[in-house]
Nanobody
């Protein structure tokens, strides 16, 4: 499993931006799927975005498409989530997750991922 550490959360006003980082201990090969999820109080963990470390292909939840961008710095084993035009409903704890790009399952389902970070809190005020 990969050890993941998130950072970059904080408090911003609606319309503001934040960039989250997820540093992986190491990628033993280049075929990972790295995902961002979020969980608000009293709600289930929700898929946000994912990136494949070999192809760099990216995919987004409809709720964040056009506002969030997931990217990767392969040299630093780091995945980023740039969040723009933030809304109060984006407030949550954001988690980074990793799994093999060959894993069987829905990559929007948290159960498909085998490694998780500790989470970083994002609060957006209106």
């Amino acid at each position: 499993q990969v050890h993941l550490v998130e950072s970059g959360g904080g408090s911003v006003q609606a319309g503001g931006s934040l960039r989250l980082s997820c540093v992986a201990s190491e990628f033993t090969d280049s075929t990972y799927c790295m995902g961002w999820f979020r969980q608000a109080p009293g709600k289930v963990r929700e898929y946000v975005a994912r990136i494949y470390t070999n192809s760099r292909n990216t995919y987004y939840a409809d709720s964040v498409k056009g506002r969030f961008t997931i990217s990767q710095d392969g040299a630093e084993n780091t995945v980023y989530l740039q969040m723009n035009s933030l809304k109060p409903e984006d407030s949550a704890i954001y988690y980074c997750a990793a799994t093999s790009s060959r894993a069987v399952g829905d990559y929007r389902d948290p159960a498909t991922y085998v490694s998780w970070g500790q989470g970083t809190r994002v609060t957006v005020s209106s």
